[in-house]
C-alpha cells in the first residue's frame, strides 16, 4: 500500500504527465502564436517531387486527411458536433522548383483561438514563405496555399477566394512550370469521413487568380479527376469581387 507521501506524489506526476501536450507529428508544425515563424520549411517529407500538380494535389489532400482531427465529418453525422469542437485546420504551399517539380512545404497546424462569435470557422494562418534549402530562397515559385475544411459539406469562403489576392501581390499572379503557365490559387480539401486515412480524401476547391469560377474537384467512377463550376466570382475591382456560390 503507498503512503499517503506516495500517493501525492503519484497524482502530480499523473497530473503532469496528462498536461504534456503530445508533440506534433513528422512534418507538421505547431507553431507558438506569439513568436509566428518567418517561413516554413520545406520540402515535406516521404511527399514528393512530382510532375504533375493534380498529383502533388491528390498526394497533399490524403496527406492532410491523414492528421488527427483534420475532419469532423459529415454535418448530419453523429457526434459531430463534438467532433467539430476539437477540429483543425492543416495549411502549406504547393510550390514549384528550379527542377521542374512541385513540392509541398511542412504542414502548419493551426493552432489560434476561434473567436467566440465564430465558432463555425476554423482557419489556418502559415509564414509567408518557404525555406528549403536545396535552392536559393527566390528560385521558388509559389503556386497554391493548401488547407483542409473539416466539416462537410462546405463550398470555398470568401475569405478563402479574398487570399488569392494577396498571394499574387505577394508572389506574382502566374507560375511558368512543364505544364504551362498556370495562374496562383487557394485550394480548400474536403472529406467525408471523420477518421484520419490516406483515403478520406473526397475533392478540393480550387479558385485561381482571375478566373471568373470556382472549380469541384471530384474522382469519377474509374478514380480519374473531374471537374465542375461551383460558383462565379465577379471582379470589381482589384481587391473587391462578388461571390455566388452554386
Known sequence: MLSGRQSSWLLVTL?????????????????????????????????????????????????????????????????????????????????????????????????????????HERRCKAPALVNDARYPSRSLKYLYFVHNHPGTPTKLSEEDIGAVFKIAKLHGPFVETKEGRIPVGVIAFFANSYRPSAAACDGFYEYSWGSPMVIRWTRGDEGRWQQRKAGTVTWLNEQEFNFEPE
Open 15 to 119: 497530473v503532469i504527465l496528462g498536461c504534456t501536450p503530445t508533440p506534433p507529428p513528422l512534418g507538421v508544425l505547431r507553431p507558438d502564436p506569439k513568436n509566428f515563424p518567418k517561413s516554413l520549411d520545406g520540402p515535406m517529407p516521404n511527399f514528393g517531387p512530382f510532375v504533375s500538380r493534380l498529383d502533388a494535389l491528390s498526394s497533399a489532400c490524403s496527406l492532410i486527411f491523414s492528421q488527427q482531427d483534420a475532419s469532423a465529418g459529415r454535418e448530419d453525422d453523429m457526434h459531430f458536433d463534438l467532433r467539430w469542437r476539437n477540429a483543425k485546420e492543416y495549411c502549406a504551399w504547393l510550390y514549384y522548383t528550379p527542377d521542374d517539380r512541385y513540392e509541398l512545404s511542412m504542414l502548419v497546424e493551426s493552432t489560434e483561438p476561434v473567436p467566440p462569435r465564430k465558432q
